[in-house]
């Protein structure tokens, strides 16, 4: 489970449901459970994703054995992780690794 910031301004573009659809258009599948959205795809078993506040979102998820999985779904699962996390979060990969960066070393 990891906590990510939400870039200032970009909670308007996931609330009221809106992270569902954003997670129903990169994975193709989302359920509901309470204010926690629940997906699959590919290498991922279950990703979990609740929002926090309007400036941090819970996203939790656990993926298949390497063993178990081929490289193009893995590849396919990354480049889908990626772009799930930066359509949540507001923020690129780079600017996340900053932001992670910063915080750890506080």
């Known amino acids: 489970m990891t906590d990510y910031d939400i870039k200032k301004g970009h ?8 992270l569902k659809d954003i997670m129903g258009g990169i994975f193709g599948n989302v359920k509901a459970e309470g204010d926690t959205f629940v997906s699959a795809f ?10 926090k506040s ?3 979102i819970t996203i939790e998820s ?11 779904t893995m590849a396919e699962t990354l ?11 507001g923020m690129t990969t780079k600017e996340r690794k900053k ?8």
């Open 11 to 18: 909670y308007q573009n996931i609330a009221d449901g809106k």
């Open 42 to 51: 590919g290498a991922c078993d279950e990703v979990r994703a609740t929002i």
């Open 54 to 56: 309007n400036n941090s």
């Open 62 to 72: 656990r993926m298949k054995k390497v063993a178990d999985v081929d490289a193009a």
């Open 79 to 89: 480049r889908r992780w990626n772009q799930f996390l930066e359509m949540a979060t």
């Open 99 to 106: 932001r992670m960066t910063k915080i750890a070393k506080v």
